[in-house]
C-alpha cells in the first residue's frame, strides 16, 4: 500500500523568481488551490496527488532530466541551455508580464560601432545564457568572449562588456539603460516538462495531461469574453452575420424565449474586440448585453 501511495505522487516543480507570481495565478484559474509561506520552498496543493517544491526556472530541466521532479515549467531558453533531455508536453505561452513570448537579444550602448552579428568578433559579451550564447555564435562562425552574469547585466556595457545577450519582454529595461538590439538570438515560451521515464508512467501521464489541459484552457479563456444579449428575430439574422463576418464568429448559440418574437444569443469573443462589437450589436438591435469573464476554455 505504501509503495502504490508513493508511485501516486506527481512531483511537480513549480519556477520561483519572476514566473512565479503569474504560475500561481495560472493554476489557481485552473482550478488548483496553491499555497505558499514567504519562507517556504514547498507550496501545498489542494489536490494530496500532487508534491511541488519551488524551483528557479534556470535550474528546473536539470532536476525533471534527473528525476528528482516528475515535471515542471521552465522556459524553453533554460531548456537549451542546460541541453537537458526532457520529454516537453505542452507549450504555455504566458510570462513574467502577459501573454507573450520572451525574447533573447543582443544589446549595445547607442553609441557603440557594432551594429551586426559579425561585429562581435573578438569582442566580451556579458550574458546568464552563456552555453547557448556560445553554441548560437559558434554557428555563426563567431568567437567572443562570453562572461557570465550574475545579474544587472544592463549596466555592464561599454566597461565590463562590449555587448550583452539579455532576457526582454518589452525592451523598456534596455532602452532605460541607453542600450539598442541589434540581434535576436532566441524566442522563448514557457514550456511544461516532464521527466522521460516519469511520462512512460501511465498513471503520472494522465495526471500531468488533466493538468496540462486545465492550464491550456485557463490560458485560452485569458484573452477571451463571453457575451450573451436578447435580440428581436426581425433582426436576428443581421446580428448573426455581425457576429460571423465582422469578428469571425462562427458559431453563435441562438435559443428560443418565453416571447416568441425573441431570441438570445450567447457568443465567445476576444475582450479587445468587444468594445467595438457591442455598440454594433445595439445599434442592431440587440438588448440586455451581458460581457462575463471565463476561467478556462477546453477545445
Not at 505561452?93 to 537579444?105: D, H, I, Q, S
Not at 556560445?134 to 555563426?140: A, C, D, M, N, V
Not at 454594433?280 to 462575463?292: D, F, P, R, W
Amino acid at each position: 500500500m505504501e509503495e502504490e501511495t508513493l508511485n501516486n505522487t506527481l512531483k511537480l516543480g513549480l519556477p520561483k523568481g519572476s514566473l512565479q507570481e503569474s504560475t500561481f495565478k495560472l493554476f489557481k484559474k485552473a482550478g488548483y488551490r496553491v499555497a505558499v509561506s514567504s519562507r517556504s520552498y514547498y507550496p501545498t496543493f489542494d489536490d494530496m496527488d500532487i508534491k511541488s517544491m519551488l524551483i528557479r526556472a534556470q535550474e528546473m530541466a536539470r532536476y525533471v532530466e534527473n528525476g528528482i521532479l516528475d515535471c515542471g515549467l521552465t522556459g524553453l531558453d533554460w531548456i537549451l541551455e542546460q541541453d537537458s533531455k526532457v520529454h516537453e508536453v505542452a507549450e504555455l505561452n504566458y510570462a513574467k508580464e502577459g501573454l507573450r513570448p520572451v525574447r533573447w537579444v543582443v544589446a549595445v550602448p547607442n553609441d557603440s560601432a557594432i551594429n551586426k552579428l559579425e561585429d562581435l568578433n573578438g569582442k566580451r559579451i556579458a550574458t546568464e545564457l552563456v552555453g547557448y550564447t556560445t553554441r548560437f555564435l559558434k554557428e555563426k562562425g563567431i568567437e567572443a568572449v562570453i562572461d557570465f552574469s550574475w545579474g544587472a547585466t544592463e549596466v555592464k556595457p561599454p566597461l565590463l562588456a562590449d555587448a550583452i545577450v539579455e532576457l526582454t519582454e518589452t525592451g523598456s529595461s534596455l532602452r532605460a539603460n541607453n542600450l539598442r538590439i541589434i540581434h535576436t538570438v532566441l524566442t522563448s515560451t514557457t514550456r511544461f516538462i516532464a521527466n522521460k521515464k516519469a511520462w512512460d508512467d501511465p498513471w503520472k501521464q494522465e495526471k500531468i495531461n488533466n493538468i496540462v489541459m486545465l492550464l491550456k484552457g485557463a490560458l485560452a479563456a485569458e484573452e477571451l469574453v463571453g457575451l450573451k444579449m436578447n435580440v428581436p428575430k426581425a433582426a436576428l439574422s443581421e446580428l448573426v452575420v455581425i457576429l460571423k463576418e465582422q469578428h469571425g464568429l462562427h458559431s453563435p448559440t441562438v435559443s428560443e424565449l418565453m416571447d416568441k418574437d425573441w431570441a438570445a444569443i450567447e457568443v465567445i469573443t476576444k475582450e479587445q474586440s468587444v468594445r467595438d462589437l457591442i455598440p454594433m450589436l445595439k445599434k442592431a438591435g440587440a438588448s440586455g448585453i451581458v460581457e462575463y469573464p471565463l476561467n478556462k476554455v477546453i477545445p
